[in-house]
């Protein structure tokens, strides 16, 4: 894992191995952001999951290993100022089939590759209204 912040954009590579999303959170952290917007993603993901939102998150795991089409979306800090990813993937498997959803869980399959904007200015924050969770700026 390394990372290196220059003026607002962050430049991530996770290594074989780690733990996507908590790679993520962990170098936020780290770098001292307190919310991101994901640019770029590349590379692959092994033991995913993937979820469609029904009311509930409807998960489906997916083959492994699965390379990274695109991946979108936001880490913003939550009521108790933990780091909380909402992340979108596209991710096709070695016959091109391509699957996308919500990604709630993912290990990086030999590189992942990301570019993250850390706004100026704003910060994202997520609360809980009534029972949604909802994205605020500050």
């Known amino acids: 894992m390394r990372y290196r912040l220059a003026e ?3 430049f991530i590579k996770l290594d074989d191995g780690e733990d996507f999303l908590g790679g993520l959170c962990e170098i936020m952290e780290a770098s001292g952001a307190d ?3 994901i640019l770029s993603c590349v590379g692959m993901l092994r033991d995913t999951v993937l979820a469609y939102f029904r009311r509930d998150y409807l998960e ?7 390379e990274i089409v695109s991946i979108e979306g936001n880490i913003a800090r939550d009521d108790d100022g933990r780091l909380q990813p ?6 096709a498997d070695e016959s091109l089939n391509v699957h ?3 990604l709630r869980r993912a290990t990086v399959h ?3 590759e990301i570019a993250m904007m850390i706004p100026i200015g704003v910060k994202l924050v997520r609360k809980k209204i009534d029972s949604r969770i909802e ?3 500050e």
């Not at 489906?60 to 699965?66: D, E, G, I, N, V």
């Open 35 to 37: 919310s991101g917007i």
């Open 110 to 112: 030999n590189t992942a």
């Open 86 to 91: 909402h992340v979108h993937a596209t991710l």
């Open 60 to 66: 489906k795991a997916l083959p492994s290993p699965m």
């Open 8 to 10: 607002n954009i962050l």
């Open 135 to 137: 994205l605020f700026f």
């Open 100 to 102: 996308g959803g919500h």
